[in-house]
């Protein structure tokens, strides 16, 4: 499919963008394609680390502001939401006004709301910045994407995208080993200070050396009602599957806020049929190579960030760990990141996503069942076998997958293709978040009656089990103070064998759900329309 057929199947336009050849040169650090690069790396940076670093921040945090397991899960999903809510609509606005000057205020609102958290002395102030922080990375995002699309000549474009994702992966898997450090040697507010100066550099940068484009037929209005539509279904969705833990899977307001979010997504897409510049075109999804990849972005991060979530609690309060030790202990899943995001560039190039994407998704598997088999007293060295496994099926994904969404979309559409491609990875890590949280919830609410009772220690009251099954979801084990020494050893086993019961169900589910996204990745394919992209920049 040529880029003027799809331009014309998402009815976006009658005209092609203009042809590289047309395209103005850079001269200097101005639109120079690899300070681009550099420059909107250090951007990205900041979001992708603050999507895994709070995780071994979070039980610093959950004591020190005396927060509950609920608090701490909306310390992540508020972000995830915020981002998920916001990204597609954000790249609309890049797409619309120019993606240097949506980067330019989403590097600066993201670094103020950094420090406004490390300022922080409550729980609701703290979620409530992590919000602002994921509104404003959202800016930020898929605008990174829209000027690498803009600055790289089609045989570049491949390359400059396996670096961007090899900054993502690698902050991302880096969070926890930069978290343990901070929050062990300083405290956990520099795990959010640590941004601002970032955020400065990011700024300065930009300042200097990004160039605005703009795509011949970008549009020129807003679907208001799209973006409130799709606003409101993803964010009743989100809500639904956070508080039915709370609420019970079988209670009217979790199915009630399911409902109206399935209402919401179906009125989106009618809606998106009859608006002249609608917020998606759904003509974009005519691309299967480019839906297959949007799938295996969300079924990547259910599986990878859900899972996260857990090993966080389980290296520090089931083996007792420092936040440091649990970071360094993470650190094969970090550096086979690292050193597999180039590969996958390469072997991307050469063999195009399909095979690469597929493999990936294969060893995350096999990660996630191996995580599964966990227990309290397993070795460093089994653990490093399993972490190291999943950042080598992780890497190819992140790289490959970027690709295939941002390359089969017209020019005109970066921003959207952008937003679509970080909206994917942040819904599917709320949701892996949230499905896996429910899992875990459920199992420690239907085992720990029965192994409390088996372990002959004395029966509690509902509301005191409601409690210990609270405590016990992250892998605290709910001793009360002055509890004789040979009992608080008894509460101790059976906390983290309940835990680890519940963490193994979660690591289960996310093994399923990277099996099913093996056959997706067998759809992908090579963009098709990366040439649209430019060449604006002389390299």
């Known amino acids: 499919m040529t880029s003027q057929t799809a331009i014309e199947s998402t009815g976006s336009g009658d005209k092609a963008p203009a042809a590289p050849s047309d395209a103005p ?22 979001v992708a680390l603050d999507g895994t670093i709070v995780a071994i921040a979070n039980p610093a945090i959950q ?22 809510v916001s990204l597609i609509t954000a790249g609309k606005l890049g797409d619309r006004f120019g993606h240097r000057q949506t980067f330019l205020i989403g590097v600066t609102g993201f670094a103020a709301a950094s420090g406004a958290i490390g300022l922080s002395s409550s729980i609701a102030a703290v979620v409530t910045f992590r919000v602002l922080q994921g509104l404003f990375g959202a800016l930020l995002m898929p605008a ?55 955020g400065a550099l990011a700024l300065v940068l930009g300042l200097l050396i990004l160039r605005d484009h703009r795509a011949e037929n970008a549009p020129r209005s807003f ?34 806020f399911i409902g109206v979010s399935a209402v919401g997504f179906v009125l989106f897409s009618f809606w998106e049929t009859k608006v002249k510049e609608p917020l998606i075109p759904l003509g974009l999804f005519r691309s299967v190579p480019l839906s297959a990849g949007v799938v295996l972005m969300v079924l990547m991060a259910i599986a990878f960030m859900g899972g996260l ?17 649990a970071g360094l202990h993470l650190l094969p899943l970090t550096g086979m990141m690292i050193v597999a995001s180039p590969l996958a560039g390469v072997a991307i190039t050469k063999l195009g996503p399909r095979v690469p994407l597929a493999g990936g998704m294969i060893a995350t598997a096999v990660a996630m069942y191996g995580m599964s088999t966990l227990k309290g007293d397993t070795g460093s060295g089994v653990m490093s076998i399993w972490f190291g496994l999943l950042g080598l099926g992780l890497a190819p994904v992140m790289v490959g997958a970027t690709e295939v969404i941002v390359g089969n979309a017209p020019m005109e559409l970066s921003g959207v293709a952008g937003g679509l491609q970080q909206a994917a990875m942040q ?3 709320s949701l892996g978040t949230a499905v896996l949280g429910a899992v875990m919830a459920s199992k420690v609410d239907s085992d720990l009656a029965g192994n ?19 405590a016990v979801q992250v892998g605290v084990a709910p001793v009360a103070k002055g509890t004789p020494g040979a009992i608080a050893a008894k509460i101790a086993d059976v906390a983290h064998d309940t835990f680890i ?39």
């Open 223 to 256: 679907d208001v009602l799209g973006i409130a539509l799709l606003s409101g279904a993803m964010f009743c969705l989100v809500w639904a599957l956070i508080k039915a833990p709370a609420w019970g899977w079988g209670d009217g307001k979790t199915w009630t």
């Open 452 to 470: 409390w009772k088996d372990a002959g220690l004395p029966q509690l009251t509902p509301a005191q089990l409601g409690q210990a099954s609270e």
């Open 501 to 539: 019961s519940g963490m193994s169900l979660a690591s289960l589910v996310a093994c399923g759900v990277a099996a099913v996204a093996v056959f997706v990745a067998l759809l992908t394919k090579r963009g098709e329309n990366a040439e649209a992209g430019a060449g604006a920049a002389h390299i």
């Open 427 to 429: 819904i599917g890590g």
């Open 144 to 198: 990174a994407l829209g000027l690498l699309r803009a600055t790289f000549p089609a045989e570049k474009l491949n390359m400059a995208i396996g670096i961007w994702g090899m900054v993502i992966g690698a902050s991302t898997a880096g969070g926890p080993i930069l978290g343990g450090v901070l929050v062990e040697h300083v405290n956990w507010q520099s795990v959010f200070f640590i941004n601002v100066p970032v």
């Open 309 to 325: 979530f857990f090993v966080t609690f389980y290296l520090q309060n089931v083996h007792g760990m420092s936040p440091i030790d």
């Open 63 to 84: 004591k020190d502001l005396k927060a509950s397991f609920a608090d701490v899960q909306w310390i992540t999903n508020g972000y995830f939401l915020a981002l998920a």
């Open 25 to 46: 040169q850079a001269s200097g650090l101005r639109g120079h394609p690899w300070f681009t690069l550099i420059t909107v790396a250090v951007g990205v940076m900041m």
